[in-house]
């Protein structure tokens, strides 16, 4: 759910910033508008003293009145398309362009009625100079005039009513900036739901509706096929498992039987020299093939988790000591040499695991030198305590792991030309016991040696389910004079 939450998160930080983005770009309109206004101040203003020169313009002549040709030039430029002079007495003592249906003379109800208004629908301007008043009209719908009228006291308040409209715009956009997060979060919860799901291998079935309907229906019908193909899987796996281990099972009375006539043959006197190691070869091959039957029900087992694991409280160093002294035991030739390397931190202390599969593998990597070493080798096994991690180092003096096999064991691969089935058992073992399997260069020879790390755990937490046998660390016995933990 973290990462639906930064989804909304993402989109409400968007929306924020919308918010913003109109806020300024409102802010940008009402100081253009303002500039504007400015602007248009001026242009009155010019206006005034345009009114003015043209009334300035005017001189009597005799009797009559008349305008320079400076004022003419004024009115056109103005845009003006009549204008007219009136006396004290409302009287038109001079004018240009004025319609014909005009009177000649205006009460001072009528001159009142059109000094900031219109006059038939002409736009008037005056201006007023020495007892005259000078008259101009604009052309017919060219100029909308309107009569504002504000208290004082109203006008006063306008920067108050705008920081208390701002804040409330503010806190409206919020509002809504948050109410869409929601929704949108709703919309999406059952589709992270899913998602989980489907991550942990559960099935899921997401509403079909909504915003985000469409993408449930594709999230189910993800569900549906995933399912359908793990149970193919499984039905697969276990059918290849159980093959495996009937093939194991049929081969082992025949296989017993060959190899008990095989050591009769290799023990009884009457036969030659040659007959005998005949019988000794097929005896050895037998062991063999048994072992590799073994190891190939072993490693389907812990491929498909079939095989449980028997955890105890166990001593490393002294699960190691009897791994190598078993091959002593047995005969381990002059050439071979196993030296062990562990401090005393490391015999002290006490792991988990199923001591039955960690000295299987301990058997696989010692047995892998020795078997790939015939001219013989050293190898040097280290227990080394770091954190929370025991580490087991293996490296020989010989031909070591090749960079080959290496790379498929860390890709978790198998080819047809390699045969790493001890190996691969080994990885799986490690791995089912919460390791990782490494493989370091040895600096000394060039080749890979081989490392694998085990968790090291201070105690059980109490209430946790227990499989086969397990000792708190507090009741564990100390290590016999062998280093093995009795049980």
């Excluded at 504007?36 to 002549?61: M, P, W, Y």
């Excluded at 509706?209 to 999230?219: F, M, S, V």
């Excluded at 087992?301 to 079939?306: G, I, P, Q, S």
């Excluded at 694991?309 to 490393?316: A, D, E, F, V």
Aim: hydrophobic letters at 40%.
């Amino acid at each position: 759910m973290k990462s639906l939450l930064g989804i909304v998160r993402r989109y409400t930080i968007n929306a924020v910033l919308i918010t913003l983005v109109i806020l300024l770009f409102n802010a940008g309109a009402f100081v253009f508008l303002v500039y504007q206004a400015g602007k248009e101040n001026v242009r009155t203003d010019s206006l005034r003293d345009t009114l003015a020169l043209i009334c300035g313009e005017v001189s009597k002549e005799g009797e009559s009145y008349v305008l320079s040709e400076e004022g003419y030039e004024a009115l056109s430029e103005r845009g003006y398309v009549w204008a007219m002079l009136l006396d004290a007495e409302g009287s038109v003592v001079w004018a240009w362009n004025l319609p014909e249906d005009f009177p000649g003379r205006y009460s001072l109800t009528e001159v009142a009625g059109f000094a900031r208004w219109y006059y038939r629908d002409y736009p008037v301007r005056v201006w007023g100079e020495d007892g005259m008043l000078l008259v101009t009209g604009s052309p017919k719908d060219s100029v909308v005039k309107l009569d504002l009228e504000y208290p004082a006291r109203t006008l006063r308040a306008v920067p108050s009513m705008l920081r208390i409209f701002f804040v409330l715009n503010v806190l409206l956009l919020l509002v809504l900036a948050v109410w869409f997060a929601f929704r949108f979060y709703r919309a999406l919860r059952p589709i992270a739901e899913g998602i989980e799901a489907l991550a942990k291998g559960k099935e899921t079935a997401a509403p079909e509706r909504g915003l985000t309907g469409e993408l449930a229906g594709k999230l189910n019908q993800t569900s549906r096929t995933l399912q359908a193909q793990r149970e193919k899987l499984r039905q697969r796996d276990d059918a290849r498992t159980q093959w495996i281990s009937g093939v194991s099972h049929d081969i082992r009375t025949p296989l017993s039987l060959i190899l008990g006539v095989s050591d009769e043959l290799a023990a009884d006197p009457s036969l030659g020299e040659e007959q005998r190691k005949g019988a000794e070869t097929i005896k050895k091959q037998s062991l063999q093939i048994r072992q590799l039957i073994a190891d190939l029900n072993l490693t389907s087992k812990l491929e498909y988790h079939a095989q449980p694991l028997r955890l105890s409280w166990y001593s490393p160093a002294g699960l190691l000591r009897e791994t190598v002294t078993e091959y002593y035991n047995n005969g381990l030739e002059e050439r071979y040499g196993i030296e062990l390397r562990i401090g005393q931190k490391e015999e002290e202390l006490l792991l988990e695991g199923d001591t039955a599969l960690l000295k299987r593998a301990l058997q696989n990597i010692i047995g892998n030198s020795i078997r790939h070493n015939p001219e013989g080798v050293s190898l040097t096994i280290t227990l080394k305590a770091q954190g929370r991690e025991l580490f087991w180092d293996f490296l020989d003096t010989g031909s070591g792991i090749p960079g080959r096999v290496a790379k498929l064991l860390n890709q978790n691969r198998q080819e047809a030309d390699i045969h790493i089935m001890g190996l691969r058992i080994v990885r799986q073992i490690v791995v089912a016991h919460g390791g990782r399997l490494t493989f370091p260069l040895n600096q000394k020879t060039g080749t890979y040696g081989l490392r694998f790390s085990l968790p090291v755990r201070t105690g059980i937490p109490e209430g946790e389910a227990t499989s086969g046998t397990r000792v708190r660390p507090e009741e564990a016995p100390p290590p016999g004079p062998d280093g093995q933990v009795p049980r």
